[in-house]
């Protein structure tokens, strides 16, 4: 069980070191700097939880946030604390559950090097910590290395949890809402779409349908050719306002053709984190498997594949089956609803829940392998590494398609 404050009040996420091979601009304003750096809270309770007065402590800068009254987290939420806006940012957003605040600091707070987390409830005199790359666990009671002011008597809910180690870029993040484990993924500030965007064809036996016109018990077809049901459908609608505002909700634009002959055999807009099927002796090579899932954003060193910036809102549509699979979409093979992690953060609460109920799942049963992916998945620095690979040495990234060498095509 996750150390936790009031009943499920988890740290959740950290964003230690925004910059690096990686850069994440949590703000939008095109720059990654350091006060981009992030600290995510969960809650993991069926309830929702009032977390107005808690603060957030660093060794070094002391105390450094308290949640505003009135905080009240939904079950399933997230509550994201960024350290400070720049000039032409702006807080991310999320689903109506999830809370962004900023700490309103010009400089960084959060040591790279390694730190310690530390969330304190004054009310029932009790906190939680974090470690990561390294850091040994402090003891705030007593008041040294930037805990002046600290409760001399408040008690350490559980022995601390350790992070692990970062990547530049990336974030710290537990690998499911609220579990025990952790690594070093793409960060996610309250939610990420995982999903097929409004317009897009989905190929059923009775031929290509526009995503938004399936319904539960509708059949699909699968890269085998096998017709199966639609289990589950989650559709999500996000403004021009909160996609200009941030980057990651827009969605990736593939062209036709961009891929290989016909593929997509007409222009595709998908999430971006939604991943293709990539296939042959490079993914074998580097993944052990002839075929790879890979995520849409790691293809953006493709001409004709870019990041939309649309003037309308966008409508993103996720498909479960009884497992996961590979659909075609526009000619072009895409997985299905993968519930694992980025699905267990982007769908909220009593969604979720439904989805799980409907294929006698848990949470945790999906930590031992009931709902196992269709094929490898690659994490985004890998695929970016596999897409560079295949455009190096002019290999197709399927039987019968073609790389571009040009950098990147305007929409």
């Keep these: ?69 009135g905080t009240i987290l939904a079950a399933g ?14 807080l991310p957003t999320g689903d109506p559950d999830d809370l962004f605040f900023e700490a309103g600091r010009a400089t ?7 730190d310690n987390v530390t969330l304190y409830d004054p009310g029932n005199d009790e906190f939680v910590q974090a470690t990561y790359n390294g850091d040994s666990l402090d003891d705030p009671t007593l008041g040294a290395g930037g805990y002046s ?117 007409k222009y595709l807009r998908i999430s971006q984190q939604h991943r293709i099927l990539i296939e042959g002796p490079i993914a074998r090579r580097m993944f052990g ?16 594949v870019y990041i939309d910036e649309p003037s309308t809102p966008v409508s993103y549509y996720h498909l479960m089956l009884d497992q996961h699979d590979i659909l075609i979409s526009e000619g072009l093979r895409s997985e299905s609803l993968y519930l694992g992690k980025q699905a267990l953060s982007s769908i909220p609460h009593a969604a979720l829940n439904e989805a799980l109920m409907l294929l006698g799942l848990s949470k945790e049963s999906l930590t031992q392998n ?11 620095k890998q695929a970016r590494r596999l897409i560079a690979r295949h455009r190096r040495n002019d290999k197709p990234l399927t039987p019968d398609g073609k790389v571009y060498h040009i950098q990147k095509a305007a929409p």
């Design 1 to 69: 069980m996750p150390d936790s404050l009031l009943g499920g009040i988890v740290i959740n996420e950290i964003l230690v070191d925004p910059n690096g091979a990686l850069n994440f601009d949590t703000d939008g304003n095109g720059t990654a700097a350091a006060v981009d750096e992030y600290v995510e809270l969960y809650n993991t309770s069926g309830s929702a939880i009032d977390i107005s007065g808690l603060e957030l402590w660093d060794a070094g800068i002391g105390h450094w946030f308290t949640f505003p009254p």
């Design 77 to 90: 939420g997230h509550a994201m604390v960024m350290s400070g806006l720049q000039a032409g940012g702006s």
């Design 108 to 114: 960084a707070l959060i040591n790279n090097g390694g």
């Design 149 to 265: 002011g600290f409760s001399a008597t408040a008690t350490r809910n559980g022995l601390g949890e350790d992070f692990g180690n970062d990547t530049d870029g990336q974030s710290l993040q537990r690998t499911g809402d609220g579990s025990d484990t952790f690594g070093s993924e793409d960060a996610t500030p309250g939610t990420t779409n995982i999903c097929f965007a409004d317009g897009t064809h989905v190929l059923t036996p009775d031929g290509p349908r526009r995503v938004e016109t399936l319904a539960v018990g509708d059949l699909v077809l699968n890269a085998d050719n096998t017709a199966v049901p639609l289990r589950w459908i989650f559709a999500k609608t996000w403004s021009a306002d909160q996609m200009r505002a941030r980057q990651n909700l827009a969605p990736i634009c593939i062209s036709q053709g961009a891929l290989g002959v016909n593929l997509p055999s």
């Design 289 to 304: 498997s002839d075929e790879v899932l890979v995520p849409a954003k790691a293809l953006l060193s493709l001409a004709g």
């Design 370 to 380: 009931r709902y196992p992916p269709a094929r490898p998945i690659a994490q985004m």
